[in-house]
Protein backbone atom coordinates (compact mmCIF):
# COMPACT_ATOMS: atom_id res chain seq x y z
CA UNK A 1 0.00 0.00 0.00
CA UNK A 2 3.03 2.51 -0.93
CA UNK A 3 3.93 3.08 2.60
CA UNK A 4 0.56 4.35 3.82
CA UNK A 5 -0.45 2.91 7.09
CA UNK A 6 -4.14 3.81 8.62
CA UNK A 7 -5.07 3.32 12.45
CA UNK A 8 -7.34 2.09 13.85
CA UNK A 9 -8.21 -0.21 11.26
CA UNK A 10 -11.63 -0.86 12.30
CA UNK A 11 -13.75 1.03 14.92
CA UNK A 12 -16.86 1.17 16.59
CA UNK A 13 -18.40 4.08 18.41
CA UNK A 14 -21.69 5.71 19.49
CA UNK A 15 -23.43 8.86 18.21
CA UNK A 16 -22.02 12.21 19.74
CA UNK A 17 -18.85 10.76 20.45
CA UNK A 18 -15.61 12.33 19.21
CA UNK A 19 -13.34 10.25 16.64
CA UNK A 20 -10.17 10.51 14.74
CA UNK A 21 -8.72 8.82 12.41
CA UNK A 22 -5.02 8.88 11.52
CA UNK A 23 -2.93 8.44 7.83
CA UNK A 24 0.48 8.05 7.96
CA UNK A 25 2.74 7.79 5.13
CA UNK A 26 6.50 6.91 4.56
CA UNK A 27 7.05 8.31 1.05
CA UNK A 28 7.21 12.45 1.68
CA UNK A 29 4.46 12.98 -0.88
CA UNK A 30 3.31 16.45 -0.73
CA UNK A 31 -0.48 15.90 -1.26
CA UNK A 32 -2.35 13.98 1.00
CA UNK A 33 -6.57 12.98 1.09
CA UNK A 34 -9.11 11.61 2.96
CA UNK A 35 -12.14 9.53 0.97
CA UNK A 36 -14.80 8.15 2.15
CA UNK A 37 -16.52 4.75 0.06
CA UNK A 38 -20.16 3.73 0.76
CA UNK A 39 -22.04 1.67 -1.67
CA UNK A 40 -23.29 3.03 -4.63
CA UNK A 41 -21.55 6.18 -4.20
CA UNK A 42 -17.59 5.11 -5.10
CA UNK A 43 -14.67 7.03 -3.36
CA UNK A 44 -15.70 10.58 -2.56
CA UNK A 45 -13.79 13.55 -1.25
CA UNK A 46 -14.03 14.60 2.53
CA UNK A 47 -10.45 16.71 2.42
CA UNK A 48 -7.22 17.05 1.19
CA UNK A 49 -3.95 18.42 2.09
CA UNK A 50 -1.32 20.06 -0.22
CA UNK A 51 1.30 20.90 2.13
CA UNK A 52 2.11 20.70 6.34
CA UNK A 53 -0.96 23.17 7.63
CA UNK A 54 -2.19 23.65 4.59
CA UNK A 55 -5.98 21.69 4.02
CA UNK A 56 -8.79 22.30 1.83
CA UNK A 57 -12.65 20.84 1.90
CA UNK A 58 -13.48 18.36 -0.71
CA UNK A 59 -17.06 17.04 -2.19
CA UNK A 60 -18.40 15.90 1.18
CA UNK A 61 -16.46 17.74 4.01
CA UNK A 62 -19.59 18.61 6.85
CA UNK A 63 -19.11 16.93 9.58
CA UNK A 64 -15.10 16.53 9.54
CA UNK A 65 -12.14 18.38 10.08
CA UNK A 66 -8.45 17.60 9.46
CA UNK A 67 -5.04 18.43 10.48
CA UNK A 68 -1.53 18.02 8.82
CA UNK A 69 0.81 19.35 11.49
CA UNK A 70 3.77 17.01 9.87
CA UNK A 71 4.92 15.75 6.38
CA UNK A 72 3.94 12.09 7.28
CA UNK A 73 0.38 12.54 9.26
CA UNK A 74 -3.18 13.42 8.36
CA UNK A 75 -5.21 13.64 10.63
CA UNK A 76 -9.33 13.10 10.33
CA UNK A 77 -11.65 14.26 13.23
CA UNK A 78 -15.65 13.83 13.72
CA UNK A 79 -16.49 16.52 15.72
CA UNK A 80 -19.69 14.78 17.01
CA UNK A 81 -20.14 11.29 15.06
CA UNK A 82 -23.61 10.62 13.75
CA UNK A 83 -24.51 7.19 11.79
CA UNK A 84 -24.34 8.59 8.30
CA UNK A 85 -20.47 8.53 9.14
CA UNK A 86 -20.79 4.64 9.31
CA UNK A 87 -18.26 3.50 6.36
CA UNK A 88 -14.98 2.87 5.20
CA UNK A 89 -12.38 5.59 5.16
CA UNK A 90 -9.41 5.57 2.45
CA UNK A 91 -6.46 7.96 2.76
CA UNK A 92 -4.68 8.92 -0.16
CA UNK A 93 -1.25 10.30 -1.13
CA UNK A 94 0.03 11.89 -4.31
CA UNK A 95 3.82 13.18 -5.03
CA UNK A 96 2.32 16.02 -7.43
CA UNK A 97 -1.23 17.03 -7.98
CA UNK A 98 -0.96 17.42 -11.88
CA UNK A 99 -2.76 15.43 -14.58
CA UNK A 100 0.51 12.90 -14.87
CA UNK A 101 0.32 12.25 -10.98
CA UNK A 102 -2.28 9.62 -9.96
CA UNK A 103 -2.95 8.78 -6.54
CA UNK A 104 -1.99 5.71 -3.90
CA UNK A 105 -3.96 4.44 -1.16
CA UNK A 106 -4.02 3.00 2.38
CA UNK A 107 -6.05 0.06 3.54
CA UNK A 108 -8.90 1.53 4.96
CA UNK A 109 -10.84 2.12 8.28
CA UNK A 110 -13.78 0.78 8.95
CA UNK A 111 -15.58 3.01 10.96
CA UNK A 112 -19.24 2.22 12.63
CA UNK A 113 -21.35 4.76 14.61
CA UNK A 114 -24.03 2.97 16.59
CA UNK B 1 -27.40 12.04 -13.37
CA UNK B 2 -24.32 11.14 -11.52
CA UNK B 3 -20.50 12.31 -12.70
CA UNK B 4 -19.17 8.67 -13.69
CA UNK B 5 -21.48 5.46 -13.98
CA UNK B 6 -20.55 2.25 -13.93
CA UNK B 7 -22.24 -1.40 -13.59
CA UNK B 8 -22.35 -2.09 -9.89
CA UNK B 9 -22.50 -5.89 -10.71
CA UNK B 10 -21.58 -8.56 -9.79
CA UNK B 11 -20.15 -9.87 -12.51
CA UNK B 12 -19.66 -13.69 -12.67
CA UNK B 13 -17.01 -15.00 -15.49
CA UNK B 14 -15.97 -18.79 -15.59
CA UNK B 15 -11.95 -18.83 -15.54
CA UNK B 16 -10.49 -17.93 -18.99
CA UNK B 17 -13.33 -15.70 -20.16
CA UNK B 18 -12.81 -12.30 -21.61
CA UNK B 19 -13.97 -9.76 -18.92
CA UNK B 20 -15.09 -6.21 -20.48
CA UNK B 21 -15.93 -3.76 -17.78
CA UNK B 22 -17.21 -0.20 -18.18
CA UNK B 23 -17.98 3.30 -17.26
CA UNK B 24 -20.04 6.39 -18.90
CA UNK B 25 -19.30 9.44 -18.00
CA UNK B 26 -20.72 13.32 -18.51
CA UNK B 27 -18.18 16.05 -18.41
CA UNK B 28 -16.12 16.32 -21.69
CA UNK B 29 -13.81 18.16 -19.58
CA UNK B 30 -12.07 14.28 -18.40
CA UNK B 31 -9.39 13.54 -20.36
CA UNK B 32 -7.19 11.60 -18.19
CA UNK B 33 -8.42 8.08 -17.44
CA UNK B 34 -7.22 5.52 -14.21
CA UNK B 35 -8.43 1.97 -13.62
CA UNK B 36 -8.01 0.92 -9.97
CA UNK B 37 -8.43 -3.01 -8.89
CA UNK B 38 -9.62 -2.94 -5.19
CA UNK B 39 -9.70 -6.25 -3.60
CA UNK B 40 -11.89 -7.01 -0.24
CA UNK B 41 -11.06 -5.24 2.87
CA UNK B 42 -8.28 -3.82 0.82
CA UNK B 43 -7.52 -0.11 -0.40
CA UNK B 44 -7.70 0.60 -4.42
CA UNK B 45 -4.52 -0.28 -6.23
CA UNK B 46 -3.93 1.73 -9.91
CA UNK B 47 -4.00 -0.84 -12.46
CA UNK B 48 -3.87 1.02 -15.75
CA UNK B 49 -3.52 4.82 -16.41
CA UNK B 50 -4.03 6.24 -19.82
CA UNK B 51 -4.53 9.81 -21.32
CA UNK B 52 -7.59 10.76 -23.98
CA UNK B 53 -8.65 8.68 -26.44
CA UNK B 54 -7.09 5.45 -27.72
CA UNK B 55 -6.15 1.69 -26.23
CA UNK B 56 -3.13 1.38 -23.64
CA UNK B 57 -2.18 -2.85 -23.25
CA UNK B 58 -0.43 -4.13 -20.20
CA UNK B 59 -0.31 -7.62 -20.27
CA UNK B 60 -4.03 -9.11 -20.16
CA UNK B 61 -5.54 -5.95 -19.47
CA UNK B 62 -6.23 -3.27 -21.96
CA UNK B 63 -7.68 -0.03 -21.07
CA UNK B 64 -9.77 2.00 -24.08
CA UNK B 65 -11.35 5.70 -23.97
CA UNK B 66 -13.89 6.44 -26.29
CA UNK B 67 -14.05 10.23 -25.79
CA UNK B 68 -16.80 11.20 -28.42
CA UNK B 69 -19.06 8.22 -26.45
CA UNK B 70 -17.72 9.38 -23.29
CA UNK B 71 -16.94 5.84 -22.75
CA UNK B 72 -14.16 3.58 -21.47
CA UNK B 73 -13.25 -0.06 -21.23
CA UNK B 74 -10.92 -2.25 -19.17
CA UNK B 75 -10.74 -5.73 -20.30
CA UNK B 76 -9.27 -8.65 -19.09
CA UNK B 77 -8.07 -11.60 -21.24
CA UNK B 78 -7.52 -15.14 -19.98
CA UNK B 79 -9.11 -14.16 -16.21
CA UNK B 80 -8.20 -15.74 -13.81
CA UNK B 81 -9.67 -16.32 -9.95
CA UNK B 82 -6.93 -14.26 -8.66
CA UNK B 83 -8.92 -11.14 -10.91
CA UNK B 84 -11.98 -11.74 -8.25
CA UNK B 85 -12.10 -7.86 -7.10
CA UNK B 86 -13.84 -4.52 -7.33
CA UNK B 87 -12.88 -2.57 -10.49
CA UNK B 88 -12.96 1.34 -10.18
CA UNK B 89 -12.69 3.95 -12.93
CA UNK B 90 -11.26 7.13 -12.36
CA UNK B 91 -10.95 10.08 -14.23
CA UNK B 92 -9.77 13.81 -13.96
CA UNK B 93 -10.49 16.73 -16.33
CA UNK B 94 -7.37 17.95 -18.38
CA UNK B 95 -6.57 20.94 -16.21
CA UNK B 96 -6.07 18.60 -12.88
CA UNK B 97 -5.37 19.01 -9.11
CA UNK B 98 -5.51 16.23 -6.70
CA UNK B 99 -8.43 17.23 -5.23
CA UNK B 100 -10.41 16.77 -8.98
CA UNK B 101 -9.99 13.05 -9.22
CA UNK B 102 -14.32 11.38 -9.40
CA UNK B 103 -14.32 7.98 -9.56
CA UNK B 104 -17.00 5.32 -10.31
CA UNK B 105 -18.81 3.50 -7.73
CA UNK B 106 -16.94 0.05 -9.07
CA UNK B 107 -17.97 -3.28 -10.27
CA UNK B 108 -17.81 -6.20 -8.49
CA UNK B 109 -16.30 -9.04 -11.07
CA UNK B 110 -16.13 -12.58 -9.78
CA UNK B 111 -14.11 -15.05 -11.75
CA UNK B 112 -14.77 -18.66 -10.95
CA UNK B 113 -12.31 -21.23 -11.28
Known amino acids: DAGITQSPRHKVTETGTPVTLRCHQTENHRYMYWYRQDPGHGLRLIHY???????DKGEVSDGYSVSRSKTEDFLLTLESATSSQTSVYFC?????????????FGPGTRLTVL | QKEVEQDPGPLSVPEGAIVSLNCTYSNSAFQYFMWYRQYSRKGPELLMYTYSSGNKEDGRFTAQVDKSSKYISLFIRDSQPSDSATYLCAMIPVDNYGQNFVFGPGTRLSVLP
Open chain 1, 49 to 55: SYGVKDT
Open chain 1, 92 to 104: AISEVATSTDTQY
